[in-house]
């Protein structure tokens, strides 16, 4: 089978070969049972080291024990076998770790022969339709994917049901330094603030202040549009500095102004200029009126 096949049969079967496997029983909900192979004891399973996912909500876990403790392991979790009586999670990751909370001392298992890849593809594939993985992790599941296995955007986009552009804008968040990173990790940045911040000047100084002044993804978008345009235009929300006045201009200014009594202004320039008088009341007004009438 070619790889194209292996791609689309990957997307079509996920859901036969795991399952709602994941997800705590309803209370007063009949559980639904899947037929393991076998059981084994549970320090025989180790966790993919490869699984995109990283984070796993305590509180969530310990709900999941709660139901495993009543209920018990409704759900077999899925491995494959990695050596004598030694086994890898490919899908079910969450549930074993419950287990282990709840005290249970083995677990019923699906045994599925599959290879690397095809391991690594159901751990990546099943945590982003599940929408268990925090966009860092679904970005950098999606980058291992291209880079070790020569998946494409469009690949990927057709096995996970989503857009090439959904992809697309996932990998760009691997852009951001690394403190930012960390913030859209622990949820304290969504990750429409982190894309508006990619190509500005200071991720990091404008992701803090962002996130210290609750701005919105909108008000985030117009920071990083100004912070652009700055890039761009070095003089850019910053008020024209006036020029630097000639002595012969400045000793002008002093003489009409001691001649009027009156404050005068002289811009000159090359093509031309303007001469500036300044009054505060009518009667100043028309003695200026009265001089330029008389001359």
Not at 16 to 25: C, F, H, N, S, T
Not at 164 to 192: C, F, I, Q, W
Not at 213 to 222: A, F, I, N, Q
């Amino acid at each position: 089978m070619n790889d194209d096949n292996s791609r689309r049969r990957l997307g079509r079967g996920l859901a036969a070969l795991i399952g709602e496997m994941d997800q705590p029983v309803a209370a007063g909900a009949p559980p639904q049972t899947v037929n393991a192979d076998r059981k084994i004891p549970i320090e025989f399973v180790s966790r993919n080291p490869r699984n995109p996912r990283r984070t796993f909500d305590e509180g969530e876990l310990q709900d999941l024990a709660s139901s495993i403790r009543q209920h018990g392991i409704v759900q077999p979790v899925v491995v494959r076998t990695i050596a004598d009586e030694r086994y890898e999670i490919i899908a079910g990751e969450r549930r074993w770790r419950a287990a282990q909370l709840a005290g249970f001392t083995d677990i019923p298992v699906i045994v599925r022969d599959v290879d690397d890849r095809t391991a690594l593809e159901i751990a990546i594939v099943e945590n982003v339709q599940r929408s268990d993985l925090n966009p860092l992790e679904e970005a950098m599941g999606y980058d291992q994917l291209i880079a070790e296995h020569g998946y494409t955007q469009n690949d990927l986009g057709e096995i996970i049901g989503k857009s090439r552009s959904h992809v697309a804008n996932s990998l760009r968040l691997l852009k951001l330094p690394e403190p930012v990173r960390d913030m859209l990790s622990s949820g304290t940045l969504s990750a429409g603030h982190a894309r508006a911040l990619i190509p500005t000047s200071d991720p990091v100084g404008l992701a803090r202040s962002i996130i210290a002044k609750g701005l919105s993804v909108r008000d985030t978008e117009r920071l990083a549009q100004n912070d652009i345009r700055a890039q761009n235009d070095p003089n850019y929300g910053q008020a024209a500095k006036p020029q630097e006045k000639d002595a012969d201009t400045l000793a002008l200014e002093r003489t009409l102004s001691d001649s009027l009594g009156l404050d005068v202004t002289v811009n000159h320039k090359v093509s031309g200029g303007q001469l500036r008088i300044a009054y505060k009341t009518l009667d100043q007004l028309e003695e200026i009126c009265r001089l330029l009438e008389r001359r």
